[in-house]
Nanobody, 132 residues
Framework: QVQLVESGGGSVQSGGSLRLSCAAS????????MGWFRQAPGKEREGVAA???????RYADSVKDRFTISQDNAKNTLYLQMNSLKPEDTAMYYC??????????????????????????WGQGTQVTVSS
């Protein structure tokens, strides 16, 4: 079981930046598709970004060219750099790890789908609020 702890959320104005961090334990990064999803009240879960085991990154269209996912393997930490934030980015953000065998493609959509099943792992979330 992968343990994930997010941090770095907060309140910013539109156009601002935040960097989310996710400390992971008890996992081998070669076995999981890592990523982030978000959920706002009354809205569906949305996959945001994914990091494949070969280093390939994939993003939801809504955040492409604004968000960057990365990983520091030595620190077992996943990051999400968020730039040019918009009010519609306001949500609870969750770090996620889904097993590669359960991931036909390691992308943002898969992160959102598999984390609704018993195979997904995610943390407690960190709130991001963007004001206009």
């Amino acid at each position: 079981q992968v343990q994930l702890v997010e941090s770095g959320g907060g309140s910013v104005q539109s156009g601002g930046s935040l960097r989310l961090s996710c400390a992971a334990s008890r996992y081998s990064y070669s076995m999981y598709c890592m990523g982030w999803f978000r959920q706002a009240p009354g809205k569906e879960r949305e996959g945001v970004a994914a990091l494949d085991i070969d280093g390939t990154t994939r993003y939801a269209d809504s955040v492409k060219d604004r968000f960057t996912i990365s990983q520091d393997n030595a620190k077992n930490t996943l990051y999400l750099q968020m730039n040019s934030l918009k009010p519609e980015d306001t949500a609870m953000y969750y770090c996620a790890a889904v097993p590669i065998p359960k991931t036909p493609t390691c992308d943002a959509h898969t992160i959102a789908v598999v984390t609704t099943t018993r195979f997904g792992n995610w943390g407690q979330g960190t709130q991001v609020t963007v004001s206009s």
